[in-house]
Nanobody, 120 residues
């Protein structure tokens, strides 16, 4: 069984920073890409940032230059450093991992989500 557990969300003022973490645990053989998605009320879930095992990254245009995704392969953990936060960044943030389990099953796994609220 595989679990993704996120942490680091909260309430922050506009212009502030937060760092999200997501640790994958369980029967994991290897993790290909990991990423962060977000979903605001009344909107569809959207990609925020993604990082492959070798380290290449991709960002949504709305967060380029403000957010940085990184990962620690030894810890099966992905991070999202969010700077210069704006009210429109308010959303539930979800961690995603595309991985191969110990039984050689490939699949996508999701965390439970962590709320980020940017407000004065």
């Amino acid at each position: 069984q595989v679990q993704l557990v996120e942490s680091g969300g909260g309430l922050v003022q506009p212009g502030g920073s937060l760092r999200l973490s997501c640790a994958a645990s369980g029967s994991i053989f290897s993790i290909n890409h990991m990423g962060w998605y977000r979903q605001a009320p009344g909107k569809e879930r959207e990609l925020v940032a993604i990082i492959i095992r070798a380290g290449s990254t991709n960002y949504a245009d709305a967060v380029k230059g403000r957010f940085t995704i990184s990962r620690d392969n030894a810890k099966n953990t992905v991070y999202l450093q969010m700077n210069s936060l704006k009210p429109e960044d308010t959303a539930a943030y979800y961690c995603n991992a595309h991985l191969i389990t110990a039984t050689m099953t490939r699949g996508d796994y999701w965390g439970q989500g962590t709320q980020v609220t940017v407000s004065s």
